[in-house]
Nanobody, 124 residues
Framework: QVQLVQSGGGLVQAGGALKLSCAASGGTLRIFTVGWVRQAPAKEREFVSAMSWNGGNTDYADTVKGRFTTSRDDAKRTVFLQMNSLKPEDTAVYYC?????????????????WGQGTQVTVSS
């Protein structure tokens, strides 16, 4: 597995933007498909987006499609989630998660390595 360290997040007004980072500590992300998951208060974790290990495939939840973009920089061992046009309903703790190779997936149980989570709060 791989250890994931997240950064970014914070407080932003509705319509604003934030960029989250997910870095591999002590290893590479080149062989990992990486997903983003969020959990709002009193709600279950939900899939946000995923990018395949080779960057060839991406998937986005309908609620974020067109507003969020995931990318990866394997040289920097980092995956990013650019979040634009943020809405109050995007408020949640965001997690990155990784699984070795494989297709992008919305099944959270397939992801074996998880970041520590970072809070995103969007004010109205």
């Amino acid at each position: 597995q791989v250890q994931l360290v997240q950064s970014g997040g914070g407080l932003v007004q509705a319509g604003g933007a934030l960029k989250l980072s997910c870095a591999a500590s002590g290893g590479t992300l080149r062989i990992f498909t990486v997903g983003w998951v969020r959990q709002a208060p009193a709600k279950e974790r939900e899939f946000v987006s995923a990018m395949s290990w080779n960057g060839g495939n991406t998937d986005y939840a309908d609620t974020v499609k067109g507003r969020f973009t995931t990318s990866r920089d394997d040289a920097k061992r980092t995956v990013f989630l650019q979040m634009n046009s943020l809405k109050p309903e995007d408020t949640a703790v965001y997690y990155c998660a990784a699984k070795r190779f494989g297709l992008v997936s919305r099944v959270l149980g397939e992801y074996r390595s998880w970041g520590q989570g970072t809070q995103v709060t969007v004010s109205s």
